[in-house]
């Protein structure tokens, strides 16, 4: 008789398993390479005959063991860690499409995804389409084409915040025979298991939450095993039919459930190699162990900080979804009735030069190009990160340019809203 842990154990318990006389910390790996014995041995690992290591960029035990955590907390069938967000996002597009290929994307994907799809991938010859999150099925159903691979969303917008309907995304893709891949960085497996919602696919920044720390940049990604990629035939043919590069195999025969990931490993981590440095991996897996912890207090400490926010008259709008009367309050209690994330957006009164006002005189919360980290941190996307677009550019990216991007700590939520108190002092005096 099996027994499923509670997700709180599986962040503490979960990857590493020592067996007798090992270290009960998860070690790092700090190698490159792999002594084997003889010559036909390691010659199987590289026909993909045999489980093992060889060479630390394809994969490494330090690293595994850590996306193993991340596949149970996500309630998958198998994980990789890439070195960052963005990687992660690029393989599980990537191991599916080609050129001539055509992807359909959320609209309020991050800035850096979207910017990936849309003007690097396209270079590469695999076309986008982007719809409104908002849009109603036959919207939806109007961007796809004969040669679309898959859809691709966020679970939480960043830095919009809107929250993504998960049925209605995974009824249309699966309306057309591909894929959901969800980003599911704001939210984390604490507060939305993407893959109980009808999402195929789960991707990761663990440079946020997971981490916690702000130090080991890195990405994941988590396949639920659920799509059918041999229902189909050649549509994705790179699963389905003989990979040359490896004398022939066909991963969705030799690797059933797993070969989703095993492809975007051998293929795509060999060729490309964006692979996470063993100490990353390492620091991730120390964030995970109190993950449970930290998100509950993220998001009690942003409810706070947002109804606070709401009622003060220099403030002159407030975007949390876990906010009564917000836009996406009712899809936040469907799919995350437990909590959001930690980030709030909001803008002041006397527009975008009190809004840098604001930001000039934190002292707590400190201003920097991150988001999603145990201490509080603040962003102005119009003079930050979207600084070369004038306001009629910035509206039709969907940033306000009052919009400040508040990213609430683990601190004493008083102490926060006692920083905010005293920075807002400053506006209009």
């Known amino acids: 008789m099996s027994y499923e842990y509670s997700i709180e154990t599986k962040c503490v318990q979960s990857g590493w398993q020592p067996k007798n006389g090992e270290p009960r910390v998860l070690p790092i790996y700090q190698s490159t390479t792999y002594k084997y014995e003889n010559?036909?041995?390691m010659g199987k690992l590289f026909d993909l005959e045999a489980e093992g290591y060889f060479y630390t960029r394809l994969q490494n035990p330090?690293?595994?063991?850590?996306?193993?955590?991340?596949?149970?907390l996500?309630?998958?069938?198998?994980?990789?860690?890439?070195?960052?967000?963005?990687?992660?996002?690029?393989?599980?597009?990537?191991?599916?499409?080609?050129?001539?290929?055509?992807?359909?994307?959320?609209?309020?994907?991050?800035?850096?995804?979207f910017n990936l799809l849309t003007v690097t991938m396209k270079k590469m010859g695999i076309a986008c389409t982007i719809v409104d999150p908002d849009s109603d099925e036959e919207t939806l159903n109007r961007a796809f084409q004969e040669n679309t691979k898959c859809m691709l969303a966020e679970s939480i917008a960043n830095p919009a915040l809107v929250v993504l309907d998960f049925e209605k995304?995974?009824?249309?893709?699966?309306?057309?025979?591909?894929?959901?891949?969800?980003?599911?960085?704001?939210?984390?497996?604490?507060n939305c298991r993407p893959f109980e919602f009808g999402a195929d696919i789960v991707t990761h920044s663990t440079t946020k939450y997971m981490d916690g720390h702000a130090m080991a940049v890195g990405g994941?990604?988590?396949?639920?095993?659920?799509?059918?990629?041999?229902?189909y035939g050649e549509k994705f043919h790179g699963l389905t039919m003989p990979d040359e590069s490896y004398h022939g195999v066909v991963y969705t025969e030799k690797f059933g459930k797993k070969a989703y990931i095993t492809k975007a490993t051998v293929q795509l981590m060999r060729d490309l190699g964006s692979i996470p440095s063993p100490m990353n991996s390492f620091l991730l897996n120390i964030g995970l162990e109190t993950l449970h912890l930290r998100v509950p207090r993220h998001c009690e400490n942003a409810l706070r900080v947002a109804s606070w926010l709401e009622s003060h008259d220099k403030v002159a709008w407030v975007n949390y979804p876990s906010l009564p009367g917000n836009k996406y309050y009712n899809l936040a209690q469907k799919y995350m009735p437990n909590g959001t994330c930690g980030v709030i957006s909001f803008g002041l009164k006397g527009g975008r030069n009190e809004s840098v006002t604001?930001?000039?005189?934190?002292?707590?919360?400190?201003?920097?190009t991150h988001v999603a980290d145990a201490r509080t941190c603040v962003l102005h996307p119009a003079s930050h990160t979207h600084r070369q677009m004038n306001d009629e550019q910035l509206k039709e990216a969907g940033v306000q340019p009052d919009l400040i991007r508040l990213s609430v700590g683990?601190?004493?939520?008083?102490?926060?809203?006692?920083?905010?108190?005293?920075?807002?002092?400053?506006?209009?005096?």
């Open 410 to 429: 683990i601190e004493n939520v008083d102490d926060i809203i006692s920083d905010l108190q005293q920075a807002l002092a400053y506006i209009g005096s």
């Open 74 to 113: 996500e309630g998958g069938v198998a994980a990789m860690l890439t070195a960052s967000g963005q990687a992660a996002n690029y393989y599980a597009v990537f191991n599916i499409c080609e050129a001539g290929d055509h992807v359909v994307m959320s609209s309020t994907m991050y800035g850096g995804t």
């Open 62 to 72: 330090t690293n595994d063991r850590v996306a193993e955590k991340i596949c149970a």
């Open 358 to 368: 604001l930001m000039d005189h934190l002292k707590l919360a400190a201003i920097v």
């Open 220 to 231: 994941a990604i988590v396949d639920s095993g659920n799509f059918d990629w041999a229902n």
């Open 169 to 190: 995304f995974a009824k249309v893709a699966h309306a057309h025979q591909v894929p959901l891949i969800v980003d599911n960085t704001f939210a984390t497996p604490i």
């Open 39 to 41: 010559s036909d041995e």
